[in-house]
């Protein structure tokens, strides 16, 4: 059988409040048992220092303790004596502490029995001895033991007798014994109306614990079943508010991949499909003899080839960096050298475009870097690609390469009109985006060369950003380490 968490939560709480009850119960009984015990061993001495005071009186009165014990005094009439002042039993130590009520009730509403430590008894446990140690008055058998106490009977200065008495037994009397029972039986009393309390707190407690738990394992099965709009409904503002908060953002964040997997899969078979039309249109163009076969049009079908492999080519790039598997091969090279070279290679299709291209080098003379050559040639040979292509002629293309600090170098490329809007600029680095559609597939480019940007620059550990450059068009700021192989 499963046991579920709101069962074994209510478990937990019943049983440390068990465990509390009976440790807390077994206390109380405990002590009332021995400060009970103790308070009548207490009454009992206090109750033989005002006997002992008696003898001393009584023994004053007949002028001597030999001259009492002559007069034919004894113990009975000194008791009688005593009860009359003092009051007699253990009933009475119950009256100073109890209300009435409750002493009927501790003596179980019947009239007292008489208790074994009342006069009567305590008559049995006394005995009065001259100073030299013969008895006077009482049972004389009381010898002196750990079972006994000594009281002095004094007479101006000198002690002239000795009251002697047997210490209570520690066994409860019976008036005792039932204030003690009653005593158990309201502490047991309480400990069960505690325990039934607390089984039912418990229980609502667990319950209000678990029922989100409950809900978060639904949610979380119906997302893991594809249900991805699946959201939970909360305004808890503790942990497992939190954790309902995270299984809606996680919904939320899958949804949002689901819908880009779509929508990157319409686009990329989008994109395969017009460079294969034009092919299949070449073709069947040669078959039926429409179109002569000729090197001009055997170019033209290698350019179409050559456009859906560098396509694919980028794809791949991509899906690579996605999985983080992009390879890169990391190698001292020379900053100056490396830029310089790239920006050579892009200057006859700048003049062609009646575009100006140039570099400059602030304060970089023979700085070694540590980057993947053919990675960061692709990168920034996109972007300048870009700044040509996307960029009206007359125009300038400016590529600014400096020390940004002591571990990184910053390459700055801005272009003149045109721009993008703040919106365009959101999404230029989205995999296929375009700015402007008609005017990009003119240009040629499928919309990945930026994104591909992107992953190279991050497998550098590096940043790239786009702004409108104060040429007029944009501003790309790339950020490199010296090391990009460095891993912090
Ligand atoms: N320097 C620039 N000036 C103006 N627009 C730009 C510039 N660089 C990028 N863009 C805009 O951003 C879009 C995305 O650029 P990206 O390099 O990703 O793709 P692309 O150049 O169109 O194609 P390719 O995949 O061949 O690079 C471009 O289509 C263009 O509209
Ligand atoms: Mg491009």
Redesign the pocket.
Known sequence: MRIRLVHKQALLLVSSVLITVVAMGSLTAWNLRDGFSEYLAGRDIERLEQFADLVAMTAEKYGGVEKMEASGTNLHDLLHEFAKIHGASPIRALKDVLPGKELNAALGFKPPPRPIDSIDAFKDRIAVYHADGHPILGTPALSQSAQTIDRPVTLGNSVVAFVRMAKLKPVPNEVEYRFLAMQYKSTLAVSFLLLVTALMLALWISKQWVKPLIEIQGASELIAKGKLQTRLKTNRTDEIGDAMANINAMASSLEILEKTKRQWLADISHELRTPLTILRGEIDGLIEGVIDYSPTSMNSLREEVLKLNSLVN?LHLLALSDLQVLPCYFEELNLKKLISQIVDRFQRQAATKDIHLNVQFIEIEELQVRWDSRRIDQLVG??I???L???DSPGKVFVTVQLKNPFAVSID?N?TA???SEN?LKH??DPL????TS??KW???????????QQITNSHHGLLK?SHSELG??S?HLELPIDGDATT
């Open positions: 980028d996109n972007l690609d870009n700044s292509r996307h960029t490329i272009d045109p721009g993008a365009d230029l680095f985006f375009r700015a402007d005017r990009s240009t040629g480019g499928s919309g990945l060369g930026l994104s591909i940007c786009a068009g944009i790309m």
